[in-house]
C-alpha cells in the first residue's frame, strides 16, 4: 500500500509539474528548454549506454534523428505523447531499471523530460550529446573547506576529522558518543597500529598516564598522542600494515591452479612492504616502485623487490610450462595471467574494475575494450619468475654495467647477422626459406618411443662426451653409420642432440691404448644430418667403437650430445653392434625414451621422405657456401672480438657475489618447458572479440584510461622504447597529482582499517556499480591532505586516531540507530572482532611463547609432501609445539589452494582474490576451532606454565591471566568463579577457557 502511494504521489507530483509547464512562455517549452533542461541529464545519466557504439535497447542519444527514431520498437520518445514512450517507463517506478549503475533520476529530472515528450521532443538539429563523466570519483580533487560546527560541538574538534564528521551528524539530529576510557583506548591502539596486545605493564603505564591530569574532563590529549607516536614507531607497525596491504594484492607463497607449486622467494616482497611501512616510504614512491622500480629507480633494491607487487597473484604453471603458447590453451593462460596484472594493477591502486572489460566495453564506467587491452600491452613483456637482486647497491650497479654491455654486444652480434643477411642479397634469403619449407618435411615415418642415448645436460657446448660399443671380440669392419635422433616433445624435431663436432676411434682394448682414428670431424661444426645418416668406411679390425663429441648441440639453453642409433657392419655387411654392450662417459637414463641400451636396439626414426631429407641437406651445403663467401676475413675478425668480450663479460659476471632472489615481474630468466622470457620484447597484443584469444582484431596501444579533461590517454611513448618504460608511464600516470582515484583510494582503505568501514562502502570499486561515499567532502580533504603533506602514510594514521571521532566509546545509542542502525556517520565507534592473525599472535603473546623475529623466509603450519611436483599441504601432520612457528603469521607460509583451516574458520582472508575488506562471521566452527585446535592446546599449556611460573597462589594466577588477556584486573566474583572452575578441572583447561573469552577477542 506505502510503494502503491509513494507511485501515486509521484503521479501527481509529475502531471503537476506538466501541467505548470503548460503555462510557461515559448522560449522554455522550445529547444532551449531541451538544451538547458533535458540535454544535461541524457548527457550526464543516460548517453553512456546509449550512444552510437553502445546502444542498449537499439537506442541512441547522440542526435535527434537517432534518439527519436531509436529503440527496438522505434518508440523510445514518441514527440508529444508521454505515455506512449516508453523510455519513461524505465525511469520511474520504485526501483527504476534505468539509469543502470546509478541512482535514480530526481523527480524533478523525470518530469523535465516528460515534459520535453508532450510539448514536442523538440531538439536542436545542429546539437550533438556527448557523455559527460560527471561520477563523483573521477571528478578532479579541490580541497573542501572545513565545514564549521555549533559552539557547543567546538571543544570536541581535535582535528578536521571531527569538523566534517560533528557537522554531517548535527545536520542529521545526532551527535558523537562519549569518549572511551583509558583502557579502551590503549587496547585499541595497540592493536589497530600494532596487531598485539598491550603488556600488562604497558597497559598499566599508559592507562595511568592517559588519566593522569585529566581532571574528569577526558583522557590527557599530551600522553595520547605520546602513546600513538610510541606505537607508530615500533617495528611492530609494518607488520600490521603490511598484512592489509597483501591481503588487498592477493600475496600468497604458493602459484594456486592445479599444481599450486612452492614459490619459495616470494618472501622478500612481504618483507619490502612491511619495511616501506616502517621506513614510512612517501605513498608516490611505494606505488613506483611496485610497478616499475626497475626503470624509475635502477641500483637501488627497492626497485626490483617493489616488482613483487606484479608477481604476487595466481599463476597458471601448467597452462604456462606445459602447453605451448601456440595452443588454445597456452593462449589462454597468457592472457589470464596479464589480466590478473592489470586487474591486480587498477583494482589496487585505483579502485577501478577494469577487468569488466575483458569480453566487452564496461557496462558501467567509461571504459572499452581498447582501454583494457592498452593496459594489457603495459605488461606485454613481463612474467613472474625469479629474479637476482642485490642488497649492495655498488654490486647491483655493476651487475647492471654488465648486463648493459652484453645487451651491446648482442646487438652488434645481431646487426652482424643482418649485414651479413642484405649481403648475401635475395639468394641468401630464398635458401633461407627452402630450409624452413623442407624442415617441416622432415618426419619419421613412424614414431619410435626408445628414442635413443642421451648425455647428462651441460651448461657449456664445450665438454667432451663419449659413448662407445663393446663388440664382444675383435671383427674386421667395413663400415660405421650414426642414426640421428628426432623427438616431438615441444617442437624440437629431427637431428635432435647430433653432436656439432666429433671423432670416431675404434680400439682392440676398452682403454683405447693404440685407437685408430677412423673420422676426425673435431675441427669444424659438422652440418646436422636431420633424420639422414652419417656414414664412413672402414678396414679396420677392433672390438670396441667410440663416438667421442667435442662441441655438444644445443638443446635449449643448454647442451648435450645423443644419438639414436649406432651400425657397426663388418665384411659380409652385417650389423654386428646391435645388441652388443654400451657404456658412456654419463647418461641420463630415462626409460623407455632414453638410456644407453636404445643405442642397439634396432630402431630409429627413419625418414618419411627421404628425397625431402636429402634436399634440405642439399640446401643447406648451398646455404653454408654462400655464407662462407659473404663471411669475409673483416666480418669474421668482428665476430670474434663481439665473443670475446661476450665471454669476458660473461666471466665478469659470474665473478660478482651470488645475487639474492625474489619472486617478481621479469623478463629474464631461464626458461622451463614451453615458459620462454621474452628478453624484454613485448608480445603481440590484440583486442579480442568477446575477449576469444582465436578472435583477435586491432592492435593494443600501451594507454592509461580516460579522466574528466583528460580523454587523450595514449601514452607519449618513442618509437624505440622499451617496456619498462610502458610500465614507468603507468606508474608515473597512478600517481600523477591531478589522479583522483588514486589519493581517494588509499586514504579510502587506511579509514577502513581504522574504522571497521570506509568511506565509500566498495574499497575496490569506485564505478558506478560501487557505492558512493557517505562523507565525500571529507574524502576528498583527505585525499588532498594526505597528498600535499608528504603522503605519509604515519601522518594519516596520526591525524586519524588523534581525532574525537576515533576516540569515541562504542556504547549503544536507540535514537541514533533507529535513524541510522549501521554506524556509517559514526555516531559511535564501530565493535570488531580482532582478525584471524591477531588472535593467533595474541594468543601467542599472552602464552609467553611469542618470538618477534623479523623478516625472511616464511614458516610452516604444515608438513609437506611431494613437493617437487604436485605439493601436499598437510596441515593435520604439523606439530603446534614447532619453535619456528610460533612467529607472527605475517610470517607464516601461505598456500592458495589449501588454506590453513585454523586462520580459514577465523575468516582470515583468501589469497586467490583480492580481499579489500575481510568477512566478519559467527559460527560454531569458531568457537570449536578456538577450544579444540591443537594450537589451542598447545598454547593452553604454555600459557598454564607461564601463569605458574610468574605467579605464586591460584589467585594471582588468575588476576595474572586477565591482565594478560584483557588487560584488566580480575573481579572478586572472577577470581571466585574461575578458581573453582581451575580446582576441578585444571588450570591448563582454564586457560583454554581464557582465550575463549568474547573480552579477549573482540575490540570494545
Not at 147 to 157: H, I, L
Not at 504 to 526: K, R, S, W, Y
Not at 881 to 893: L, V
Request: charged share 25%; proline share 6%.
Amino acid at each position: 500500500m506505502f510503494h502503491s502511494l509513494q507511485r501515486t504521489f509521484l503521479l501527481f507530483v509529475l502531471i503537476a509539474l506538466v501541467c505548470c509547464g503548460s503555462g510557461l512562455h515559448g522560449a522554455e517549452t522550445d529547444e532551449t528548454f531541451f538544451r538547458d533542461q533535458v540535454a544535461p541529464i541524457l548527457a550526464g545519466k543516460c548517453l553512456r549506454c546509449h550512444n552510437d557504439s553502445q546502444h542498449g535497447g537499439g537506442l541512441s542519444l547522440t542526435n535527434s534523428q537517432k534518439a527519436l527514431t531509436g529503440g527496438d520498437s522505434g518508440e523510445a520518445i514518441v514527440a508529444g505523447e508521454p505515455g506512449a514512450s516508453f523510455l519513461l517507463d524505465y525511469l520511474v517506478g520504485d526501483k527504476p531499471e534505468m539509469p543502470k549503475g546509478s541512482p535514480p533520476l530526481s523527480a524533478a529530472e523525470v518530469a523535465s523530460i516528460r515534459q520535453w515528450i508532450a510539448s514536442g521532443a523538440k531538439w536542436p538539429g545542429d546539437l550533438q550529446l556527448e557523455v559527460q563523466d560527471d561520477w563523483w570519483s573521477r571528478q578532479p580533487l579541490a580541497r573542501p573547506e572545513v565545514p564549521s560546527v555549533a559552539q557547543e560541538f567546538q571543544a570536541t574538534v581535535r582535528t578536521p576529522i571531527d569538523a566534517f564528521i560533528i557537522a554531517e551528524l548535527h545536520q542529521r539530529g545526532m551527535r558523537l558518543s562519549p569518549e572511551a576510557d583509558a583502557r579502551t583506548m590503549v587496547r585499541r591502539l595497540y592493536y589497530d597500529l600494532t596487531g598485539l596486545p598491550p603488556t600488562p605493564q604497558e597497559m598499566q603505564m599508559w592507562s595511568e598516564k592517559l588519566k593522569a591530569g585529566s581532571a574528569g574532563t577526558g583522557l590527557n590529549d599530551e600522553a595520547y598522542n605520546q602513546l600513538v607516536d610510541h606505537l607508530l614507531a615500533s617495528p611492530r607497525y609494518g607488520e600490521r600494515w603490511a598484512r592489509h596491504w597483501l591481503d588487498v594484492v592477493k600475496y600468497a607463497d604458493t602459484c594456486g591452479y592445479d599444481k599450486d607449486k612452492l614459490r619459495q622467494h616470494a618472501w622478500p616482497y612481504r618483507d619490502y612492504v612491511i619495511r616501506s611501512f616502517n621506513q614510512d616510504k612517501p605513498y608516490a614512491r611505494f606505488v613506483q616502485e611496485q610497478i616499475a622500480g626497475d626503470a624509475l629507480f635502477p641500483g637501488e633494491p627497492d626497485g626490483i623487490l617493489g616488482l613483487g607487487f606484479i608477481a604476487a597473484g595466481p599463476w597458471d604453471f601448467i597452462g604456462h610450462v606445459e602447453v605451448p603458447a601456440s595452443k588454445i590453451d597456452g593462449k589462454t593462460a597468457r592472457n589470464l595471467d596479464r589480466d590478473e596484472m592489470v586487474t591486480n594493477t587498477l583494482n589496487t591502486f585505483c579502485s577501478v574494475t577494469i577487468q569488466c572489460a575483458r569480453c566487452h566495453d564496461h557496462k558501467f564506467d567509461p571504459y572499452t575494450q581498447q582501454h583494457y587491452y592498452g593496459l594489457q600491452s603495459v605488461f606485454a613483456a613481463v612474467d613472474r619468475a625469479d629474479r637476482v637482486y642485490d642488497a649492495d647497491p655498488q654490486v647491483l650497479q655493476k651487475r647492471q654495467k654488465l648486463v648493459a654491455e652484453k645487451q651491446e654486444v648482442a646487438t652488434q652480434l645481431a646487426a652482424l647477422s643482418e649485414e651479413m643477411k642484405t649481403a648475401g642479397g635475395n639468394h641468401l634469403a630464398e635458401l633461407r626459406q627452402q630450409m624452413d619449407e623442407l624442415r617441416g618435411k622432415t618426419l619419421p615415418e613412424e614414431y619410435v618411443p626408445e628414442h635413443g642415448y642421451h648425455s647428462q645436460i651441460e651448461p657449456a657446448a664445450e665438454v667432451v662426451k663419449w659413448v662407445q660399443i663393446n663388440l664382444d671380440h675383435p671383427i674386421e669392419l667395413s663400415k660405421i653409420v650414426l642414426h640421428p635422433c628426432y623427438d616431438d616433445y615441444a617442437g624440437i624435431g629431427a637431428g635432435f642432440g647430433f653432436p656439432v663436432r666429433f671423432r670416431i676411434e675404434v680400439a682392440t682394448n676398452p682403454q683405447f691404448d693404440n685407437a685408430q682414428l677412423v673420422v676426425d670431424e673435431t675441427g669444424h661444426d659438422v652440418p646436422n644430418p636431420l633424420l639422414g645418416t652419417y656414414e664412413t668406411g672402414t678396414s679396420a679390425t677392433a672390438q670396441f667403437i667410440r663416438v667421442t663429441a667435442t662441441k655438444l648441440a644445443t638443446r635449449k639453453n643448454d647442451f648435450i650430445f645423443a644419438l639414436s642409433e649406432v651400425e657397426v657392419f663388418d665384411v659380409a655387411n652385417q650389423n654386428v653392434a646391435h645388441r652388443a654392450v654400451v657404456t658412456s662417459h654419463d647418461s641420463i637414463e630415462a626409460p623407455n625414451r632414453w638410456r644407453r641400451t636404445n643405442l642397439v636396439d634396432g630402431r630409429w626414426p627413419r625418414p618419411l621422405d627421404p628425397a625431402a631429407n636429402r634436399q634440405w641437406i642439399d640446401v643447406r651445403q648451398q646455404l653454408a657456401k654462400l655464407e662462407a663467401e659473404i663471411e669475409t676475413p673483416e666480418r669474421i675478425s668482428r665476430r670474434q672480438q663481439l665473443e670475446s668480450a661476450r665471454q669476458r663479460i660473461d666471466q665478469e659476471l659470474s665473478g660478482l657475489p651470488v645475487g639474492q632472489m625474489v619472486y617478481a615481474a621479469a623478463t629474464q630468466f631461464p626458461a622451463q618447458g614451453n615458459f620462454q622470457p621474452t628478453g624484454g620484447v613485448p608480445r603481440d597484443v590484440h583486442v579480442l572479440h568477446r575477449g576469444n584469444v582465436t578472435d583477435p582484431q586491432e592492435e593494443a596501444i600501451p594507454c592509461a584510461l580516460p579522466l574528466p579533461g583528460q580523454e587523450a590517454c595514449q601514452f607519449p611513448l618513442s618509437a624505440d622504447h622499451t617496456e619498462a618504460d610502458r610500465r614507468a608511464a603507468l606508474a608515473r600516470w597512478i600517481t600523477a597529482d591531478n589522479h583522483p582515484l588514486t589519493w581517494r583510494s588509499i586514504v579510502n582503505r587506511i579509514w577502513q582499517y581504522h574504522f571497521d568501514q570506509p568511506l565509500a562502502g566498495t574499497p575496490n570499486d569506485f564505478g558506478r556499480m560501487g557505492q558512493v561515499p557517505t562523507h565525500p567532502e571529507l574524502l576528498d580533504w583527505l585525499a588532498m591532505e594526505f597528498r600535499d603533506q608528504g603522503q605519509s602514510f604515519k601522518a594519516l594514521h596520526r591525524l586519524i586516531v588523534t581525532s574525537s571521532v576515533y576516540r569515541q566509546a562504542s556504547d549503544h545509542n536507540n535514537e541514533f540507530a533507529a535513524q541510522d542502525g549501521s554506524n556509517q556517520y559514526l555516531w559511535r565507534m564501530n565493535r570488531r572482532r580482532l582478525e584471524a592473525e591477531e588472535i593467533r599472535d595474541s594468543i601467542l603473546a599472552v602464552s609467553g611463547q611469542l618470538d618477534l623475529k623479523m623478516g625472511g623466509p616464511g614458516y610452516y603450519l604444515f608438513a609437506l609432501e611431494k613437493a617437487e611436483h604436485s605439493p601436499h599441504y598437510e596441515y593435520h601432520k604439523f606439530d603446534p609445539r614447532e619453535p619456528a612457528s610460533h612467529r607472527r603469521s605475517i610470517y607464516r607460509f601461505i598456500v592458495r589452494s589449501q588454506p590453513d583451516p585454523y586462520m580459514t574458520t577465523l575468516d582470515c582472508a583468501d589469497s586467490s582474490q583480492s580481499t579489500p575488506k575481510r568477512d566478519e562471521t559467527l559460527t560454531a566452527l569458531q568457537a570449536l576451532s578456538m577450544l579444540n585446535n591443537p594450537f589451542q592446546l598447545v598454547m593452553a599449556e604454555a600459557f598454564a606454565q607461564r601463569l605458574t611460573t610468574e605467579a605464586d597462589t591460584l589467585d594471582q594466577q588468575i588476576d595474572r591471566a586477565l591482565w594478560l588477556t584483557l588487560g584488566r584486573a580480575s573481579a572478586e566474583n572472577e577470581r571466585r568463579e574461575y578458581a573453582a572452575f581451575a580446582q576441578q578441572h585444571g588450570l591448563v583447561q582454564l586457560c583454554r577457557v581464557l582465550l575463549n573469552q568474547s573480552e579477549f577477542v573482540y575490540l570494545d
